[in-house]
């Protein structure tokens, strides 16, 4: 954060569970282990001093990290993120939607995935917020490659939309993709990006870490599509680019305009059905 | 269609329009004239031959063409694609949603783009055929920057998504867009395969048609997102590739596998509202 204000920065993005290790990775059955890779809440004791170093170098930031909340009373896991002004004051928060991975112990893989045991789907939609001038929205990880992020949030105005990550080079269940994993990654940012006339900033924790190799890439994506600057290492790195805000105007008001082209009447399937159906369609 | 069979193949996929000149590039008001571009029904005596040819050689077609037709009533212009099968007969009929362009004359534009005076949207929605020993998709020229197009058509189970399209490399009202032409073009197509785990084969009309630079790239897509091969000039060129059907199903089934993951809670919006609203969202 001090680097990045050197360098004239208003705005930091951290990574996904940026104040943990990323525990998904190996199974536990004790609850009480496994809430302690939980916040109970921002700013704690521990995390007060980000906060306040953000409002004395008047710079904000995206912040990952493992969320327990009670919600009617009942103890929830999210993994979530919050973007925080150049005050110090939180501005919004987000819960990851869409969960990767699975929910059963699977010890013949090197590594686990298992998100979807540890959190629950996050239940606050996709938000976005006047903030840094201009209209931003948040995913994390996983998110990025549903074309439904970018859209709900370009159709809530998003200029910029923040994503940490942690993304492993390898998948255990499709190892013949693991070739592809930095092409993949970039593809669903740019697309969505470019369909959406918004830039996206997405971050990475890369290199290993306990003992999983994750991949960089940590990119920041013009509303052209076009990647505008890119991590080039897998070690700490601190990757600048100044985003003009003013360039979502010719994607979002172009060829690409959303009131003047979009056909909602058609688009039914997006939102009443979460699986594949038969082959079908209107008939005439 | 006699290269292609030589060749082995058993599709062959012509562009947008591919019986005219592409006439949303001038304007017309005369009734008469607009409707000499158009088909009343196909086959007609003239297209037969295709169909005939078709049927001999035991080889399937995709087909752009401006279609006249009479719905409840009332005539009704559409920019329409069938999809032909091996035995000559008709599979299904696709009539593109968005429609690019503008509807009033720009007498300063080198060029106009009048799909939006010349056509109606199409009524049909995105459907899907049993085809070719798998699940085909159709859509045409614009429909394919949408990422709504591929999840509906992904949603109905679709392997492989035909399009034709025409599109010049000039934007009038976006000329600093030029340079990206065939970098947008390429990344719609990619993403759209990637995320919906289906080939994606968009056939181009290319080079110069009545003073119009048209961009080439037909391109066809693996369900990985990659370019598995694309045309090399803007001439007339044929391109080949044998398209794994089978290789959708670790994408469809992998991490993107829509029963498992996609929320449709959370996509409200899509379908709810055309254009953008302001900033807002779920606050918790």
Redesign the interface.
């Known amino acids: 954060m001090r680097q990045a204000h050197e360098c004239g920065c208003d705005l930091v993005v951290f990574t996904e569970c940026a104040l943990t290790a990323f525990f998904p990775h190996w199974y536990m059955e004790d609850e009480d282990e496994i809430d302690s890779y939980f916040e109970r809440g921002l700013p704690s004791d521990a995390t007060r001093p980000l906060f306040e170093e953000a409002a004395r170098l008047n710079i904000g930031f995206y912040l990952g990290f493992a969320e327990l909340a009670f919600v009617d009373g009942r103890k929830r896991r999210f993994n979530s993120s919050v973007l925080v002004g150049g005050d110090g004051r939180i501005v919004g928060?987000f819960r990851k939607?869409?969960?990767?991975g699975h929910e059963d112990h699977r010890p013949g893989n090197p590594f686990q995935n298992l998100e979807k045991r540890y959190f629950d789907?996050?239940?606050?939609?996709?938000?976005?917020?006047?903030a840094f001038g201009g209209?931003v929205g948040m995913c994390i990880c996983?998110d990025r490659?549903?074309?439904?992020t970018y859209?709900?949030l370009?159709?809530?105005?998003a200029e910029m939309v923040l994503v940490g990550y942690n993304t492993p080079y390898h998948?255990p269940?499709?190892p013949?993709?693991d070739r592809?994993a930095d092409?993949?990654h970039q593809?669903?940012l740019?697309?969505g990006a470019?369909?959406n006339g918004c830039w996206v900033v997405a971050v990475a924790k890369a290199g290993v870490e306990e003992g999983v190799s994750q991949i960089g890439k940590t990119s920041i994506i013009a509303p052209?599509?076009?990647i505008a600057a890119e991590s080039r290492s897998l070690d700490d790195e601190l990757v600048v680019c100044r985003c003009d805000l003013d360039a979502t105007t010719?994607y979002?008001q172009?060829?690409?305009n959303?009131?003047g082209?979009?056909?909602?009447e058609?688009?039914?399937?997006?939102?009443?059905?979460?699986?594949?159906?038969?082959?079908?369609?209107?008939?005439?």
């Open positions: 928060k939607i869409h969960l990767p789907v996050g239940d606050l939609g996709f938000p976005t917020w006047n209209v996983n490659r549903w074309p439904e859209r709900v370009g159709l809530r105005g998948i269940e499709h013949e993709m592809l092409f993949h593809l669903s740019q697309s470019y369909q052209s599509g076009e010719a979002k172009g060829v690409l959303f009131a082209n979009r056909r909602i058609h688009y039914g399937p997006i939102t009443s059905q979460s699986g594949a159906s038969a082959p079908g369609g209107t008939e005439k």
